[in-house]
């Protein structure tokens, strides 16, 4: 039988969020013990929050929303690749890697996922991300989609380029991804975004499948 391996942040009140964002709430409005027939909760939080997908509406106004992306681009191979020692991901670091040739979905695990493995619940600053550089050789290598294990595929304190390079061209973004436990190779990806109408991101639940 095939394993899956869950890639997804659990979502609780620890969970970090990008600053500014609202926060993540989840209440129990309707309890069983207090002479409900059901637990009923209730969700409040941005559509950034832990592994989610990012539309090209986040960043273009006129551009497809998180409902209207191409779901197949979401499900199939997709090889991890793994930067431990890195500041920074540059093109001269992806090109380094020497990816097989068909590779259309990239996911970066770096030394950010050593956050999540230990359960860090504030937000760090000094993540491990994409330089505009890196974004335009994922475009021009025809990458579909890519992955980063952090809440942004760009620095922190970077201007919106990176992510503007890539969604201009309809890479998909993912997001928030936990890595930690996965070695580098291929596998099948799973990563379903809620269909959320209009919205610029939303949460997604994302897997993966060992092919070996």
């Given at each position: 039988?095939?394993?899956?391996?869950?890639?997804?942040?659990?979502?609780?009140?620890?969970?970090?969020?990008?600053?500014?964002?609202?926060?993540?709430?989840?209440?129990?409005v309707q309890r069983i013990e207090d002479g409900s027939v059901a637990n009923v909760s209730q969700m409040?939080?941005?559509?950034?929050?832990?592994?989610?997908?990012?539309?090209?509406?986040?960043?273009?106004?006129?551009?497809?929303?998180?409902?209207?992306?191409?779901?197949?681009?979401?499900?199939?191979?997709?090889?991890v690749v793994h930067l431990p020692e890195l500041h920074t991901i540059?093109?001269?670091?992806?090109?380094?890697?020497?990816?097989?040739?068909?590779?259309?979905?990239?996911?970066?695990?770096?030394?950010?996922?050593?956050?999540?493995?230990?359960?860090?619940?504030?937000?760090?600053?000094?993540?491990?991300?994409?330089?505009?550089?890196?974004?335009?050789?994922?475009?021009?290598?025809?990458?579909?989609?890519?992955?980063?294990?952090?809440?942004?595929?760009?620095?922190?304190?970077?201007?919106?380029?990176?992510?503007?390079?890539?969604?201009?061209?309809?890479?998909?973004?993912?997001?928030?991804?936990?890595?930690?436990?996965?070695?580098?190779?291929?596998?099948?990806?799973?990563?379903?975004?809620?269909?959320?109408?209009?919205?610029?991101?939303?949460?997604?639940?994302?897997?993966?499948?060992?092919?070996?």
């Amino acid at each position: 039988m095939s394993k899956l391996i869950d890639i997804s942040l659990p979502l609780h009140g620890n969970t970090p969020i990008w600053p500014g964002d609202p926060a993540l709430r989840v209440e129990r409005v309707q309890r069983i013990e207090d002479g409900s027939v059901a637990n009923v909760s209730q969700m409040s939080c941005g559509v950034h929050v832990g592994t989610h997908v990012d539309a090209p509406f986040h960043f273009m106004q006129d551009r497809n929303t998180i409902e209207q992306l191409d779901l197949d681009v979401l499900i199939g191979p997709a090889y991890v690749v793994h930067l431990p020692e890195l500041h920074t991901i540059t093109a001269a670091v992806l090109d380094s890697v020497q990816l097989p040739a068909d590779v259309s979905r990239l996911l970066l695990r770096t030394r950010n996922s050593e956050w999540w493995a230990q359960d860090a619940g504030a937000f760090c600053e000094d993540y491990v991300a994409l330089n505009s550089a890196a974004a335009q050789w994922v475009v021009d290598r025809g990458i579909r989609l890519i992955g980063i294990d952090y809440l942004s595929i760009q620095r922190y304190h970077d201007g919106p380029l990176t992510h503007q390079i890539l969604l201009q061209a309809e890479v998909v973004i993912v997001e928030g991804l936990n890595l930690s436990n996965v070695t580098p190779g291929v596998y099948e990806l799973l990563c379903l975004p809620l269909k959320l109408v209009g919205a610029d991101g939303a949460p997604a639940r994302a897997l993966l499948r060992s092919l070996s």
